[in-house]
């Protein structure tokens, strides 16, 4: 690997700030445009039929989708117009052979693409364009991301995770992937706080969120709710996965303690989507009653939901 980012072969290796490409086609032809788009510098995150587009869609998570305009399933111009009418618009550029004639792009940016680009005489442009969409949507991430951002830990605050809560429940509605939704608690945190300040307090709630960066993946969700409270929303995962992942965080808290305050612990509830409930407010109600058993019966603890229902009671 050379400093200009290329490999030994002479292929760029897309670097993960170079955006996301979503390639969507049934013809086996378009593979070679996959290549060409990776050598260019972007991450193809995969080459998808148009029946399992929308499935592979949830799962990549890409700036920009590359549809062929000849898809089999569903209608390129129909895909088009669902992504760019989506909370979290995708921007679609479409391809094809025909010519890009001004009526053939007219139509397809009235049906909410970005533009149409015939293959392969156009694929120059069809890269100048991708870069520009995929500038733009990491220019409204970051913004975003900095609205969104809690002050003191750097993670998603609580109307960020509302939305993605909304977003992960949503998915499972349409696309059957499951969910799982971690609640945390510090214990005795106003302890800490009494004894110790509230300066050695911040430490103590900076030093969990660091653990749940460190545990989480891309595609999860880390946010302070406020005070001592935090959650973390599992993409794709299961109940049995959900309180692996509770033990990982707990185990992980706990095994360094912090200078002028020892051991820190959590506790953490944690329940799934469809498993435990099917809608945000019942996985948020089921996982903070996991998480209030857990305080009731010594904390330190990680508890797994058992019901849809809303929580018992106020936490200790």
Known sequence: ????????????????????????????????????????????????????????????????????????????????RMLSEAQDAVPVALVGNEAATVERRGEAMAAGAS??????SELPLLVARARQLIAHSLTVDRLRAEADRDYLTGLANRRRFRRALEQEVERWRRYDIPCALLLLDIDRMKKINDTHGHTV?????????????????????????????????????????????????????????????????????????????????????????ALYRAKQEGRNLSMLATAVGPAAGARA
């Open 1 to 80: 690997m050379t400093a200009t980012g290329r490999t030994i072969d002479g292929r760029r290796r897309p670097e993960r700030d170079q955006g996301r490409i979503l390639l969507v086609s049934d013809d086996p032809r378009v593979s070679v445009y996959a290549a060409a788009l990776e050598e260019e510098g972007f991450a193809v995150a995969g080459v998808s039929g148009g029946a399992r587009a929308l499935v592979a869609l949830q799962r990549a998570r890409p700036q920009v989708v590359v549809a062929d305009a000849n898809l089999k399933g569903i209608r390129a111009a129909e895909m088009a």
């Open 115 to 120: 533009d149409y680009f015939q293959l392969p």
């Open 201 to 289: 307090g911040d430490l103590v709630i900076r030093s969990v969120a660091d653990v749940l960066v460190a545990l989480s993946r891309d595609n999860d969700t880390a946010a302070r709710l406020g005070g001592e409270e935090f959650a973390l929303l599992l993409a794709g995962v299961g109940s049995e996965q959900g309180l692996a992942a509770a033990e990982r965080v707990r185990t992980a808290v706990s095994v360094h303690p912090l200078e002028s305050v020892g051991v820190v612990t959590v506790s953490v509830g944690v329940a799934s989507c469809p498993e435990n409930a099917r809608t945000e407010r019942e996985l948020f109600g089921t996982s903070d009653a």
